[in-house]
């Protein structure tokens, strides 16, 4: 074998400056596979455990593959969530909350950072304490007040704080839009106004356009975190508007309102395969939206620069 | 805008006129924040400060002064105990998610085939990861990394280890998979961090003769410290934000609790929120980019 051979099998095994060689990318998909089964084993797991027959939970020789397709877990768990009620109303409350939370961001970021004004740098500190501070520190007096208001139990709970600028994460997306219109060029801002326009008409006509992945980015994070959200919706929901994952959080207690334990026979009683399918109708509606806004998810994150300074 | 042209009738210098319009578009801002946060802090702090009763009519309080900050971190045993639990677990998940988060992403900002793929599956706990999910998911055994704490060999060893170091590495092998799942916004605020930094620094390096992993290490770690500082801010808050943090739904029971209180309650957040802030004051101190350059 000579040297060039040589040379050239070295590069098929250990890259060069075209590939990466044979060796280091059988070690990279061999990491990527093993990372990756430990984010998609609980949902496999989740997935075929609900899909068992209460035969089959207790049979030892079936783990991965469930002798026959049994959907009765998801018929209880369906019943149990209360399922297309209980996930039209936590639609609307991740929905409403984070287009209000997101607009409202919008202009506060905008404000940020394309005017200079007193007390600016004391306003940018304060919004990042708001992410600091946590609810339980906030949380009892507005709950209070709520209930003396007789808003406690309804959407309006998280409404008014999102109107606020408040909302859940809120700093986060207002720092994402002032790192937005801070990059946006001063001259377009410029030639809006030679042209008459208004500072109003500069935000819609300028920045919003300019803003679109910050829009993307804030929407579906806010989505994603108004419905996940557990702590401040049982304070301020509890007894009102239930969502998925209130119901859940219950799931247990739901059951035996529905199943009672002493009553139904042994096949129906509650076992980790209806948890299971109501867990995953839990998170059925997010992982669709998921797939489907996938490519927009990462690549307006790419672009937006959620990186925050 | 030229300066040297004269003011009309009734307008404003330019300053002025721009400071007005600042303050109207941050304006609700400032209205929420004194409506919705500031008031209630202020007044969980006075909460904190007395014994209050929820009546039908409204609530009443009774000054104590510190008696309710006393009586949580002096006559509760589980308060403490459980903020010493949650010290631990933060400052044992905070590396481990920098580290794991940081590789991956540099993974994906390799070029490989069914680079999408992965991509799209590690950024699933982004979508699904609530309290009663990762509840649920626990309970039935679908995190753990197959009973390895159960393991005799391991249990004995565990069993060697002093206290101190007992509880932080049995934690780690009983969450190990947790972790992993808080994981996945960092991942892409680092992706999206490297691929800001600029190509030709690497081609330059590799000019000069740097191996790719002299250059990870002189050019890539580096430029990503600023982001480290921000992920590593965001994933303290993360973690204590959870709500299924003990802390957290310790506070939230005692709130409505006989013996507890809203008063009570209020002085453990605020207790909750000084331990936070000590935490995340120590990840600026160690982390802060100002640290000067790393010496060649």
């Known amino acids: ?309 | 805008m030229n300066p040297t042209r004269q003011l009309r009738r009734g307008e404003m210098r330019h300053g002025t006129r721009e400071a007005l319009h600042g303050y109207g578009f941050v304006l609700i801002w400032i209205v929420g924040f004194s409506i919705f946060t500031l008031a209630p802090l202020v007044q969980t702090f006075i909460y904190s400060l007395n014994q209050v009763t929820v009546e039908a009519t409204g609530v009443s309080t009774q000054f104590v002064e510190w008696a309710n900050y006393s009586r949580a971190l002096f006559t509760d045993p589980t308060f403490v105990e459980l903020l010493i639990g949650y010290t631990i677990e933060t400052l044992v998940s905070l590396p481990i998610i920098l580290i794991f988060s940081l590789i991956i992403a540099l993974f994906l900002n390799l070029e490989f085939r069914g680079k999408g793929l992965f991509r799209t599956i590690f950024f699933l706990p982004v979508v699904i990861t609530s309290g009663p999910v990762i509840k649920e998911l626990t309970e039935q055994g679908a995190t753990s990394t197959a009973g390895l704490a159960q393991v005799q060999a391991v249990a004995d060893f565990l069993a060697e280890l002093p206290g101190s170091v007992r509880t932080p590495v049995e934690y780690l092998l009983t969450s190990f998979v947790l972790i992993l799942w808080f994981s996945g916004v960092q991942i892409l605020i680092y992706l999206s961090s490297l691929q800001k930094i600029d190509k030709s620094l690497y081609e330059a390096a590799a000019i000069d003769g740097a191996s790719a992993w002299e250059s990870f290490w002189k050019i890539t770690l580096p430029s990503l410290t600023p982001t480290t500082l921000v992920i590593a801010i965001y994933t303290i808050i993360t973690l204590s934000h959870f709500s299924e943090n003990k802390v957290l739904k310790y506070i939230y029971g005692q709130t409505y609790a006989v013996e507890g209180g809203i008063g009570y309650a209020s002085a453990m957040s605020f207790v909750y929120f000084l331990v936070l802030a000590t935490i995340l004051a120590l990840a600026f101190l160690l982390l802060r980019p100002s640290a000067g350059p790393r010496s060649p």
């Open chain 1, 1 to 309: 074998m000579n040297r060039d051979q040589l040379a050239h099998w070295k590069g098929v095994l250990f890259g060069n400056r075209t590939s990466y060689g044979v060796v280091f990318t059988a070690i990279l998909y061999a990491l990527l596979i093993a990372i990756g089964f430990v984010y998609l084993y609980p949902l496999l797991f989740m997935f075929v455990t609900s899909l068992k027959s209460p035969d089959d939970l207790l049979n030892p020789m079936v783990q991965w593959v469930p002798t026959e397709l049994f959907l009765g877990n998801y018929e209880k768990a369906f019943k149990v969530l209360d399922y297309l009620a209980t996930l039209a109303s936590s639609a609307l409350v991740s929905v409403v909350p984070s287009l209000i939370q997101t607009l409202v961001c919008s202009v506060v970021g905008y404000g940020l950072a394309r005017y200079q004004f007193p007390g600016k740098t004391l306003m940018i500190g304060l919004i990042l304490a708001t992410f600091v501070i946590p609810a339980q520190s906030t949380v009892i007096p507005q709950m209070l007040t709520y209930r003396d208001l007789g808003l406690l139990g309804s959407l309006w709970s998280l409404i008014l704080p999102a109107l606020g600028a408040q909302g859940f994460n809120s700093a986060i997306f207002i720092l994402i839009f002032y790192q937005t219109f801070l990059s946006l060029p001063k001259v377009l801002e410029e030639a809006a106004r030679l042209d008459g326009a208004s500072d109003l008409e500069i935000f819609i006509r300028v920045g919003l356009p300019a803003a679109t992945p910050a829009f993307i980015v804030s929407i579906i994070f806010s989505i994603v975190w108004y419905w996940n959200e557990t702590y401040l919706t049982v304070v301020f929901l509890e007894g009102g508007v239930q969502t998925l994952p209130m119901q859940l959080s219950k799931f247990v207690q739901a059951y035996e309102n529905l199943y009672p334990p002493g009553v139904v026979n042994v096949l129906d009683r509650l076992n980790e395969a209806v948890k299971l399918a109501g867990t995953f109708l839990n998170i059925l509606p997010l992982l669709a939206m998921y797939f489907v806004l996938q490519r927009w998810f990462v690549e307006s994150v790419e672009r937006s620069g959620i990186t925050g300074e």
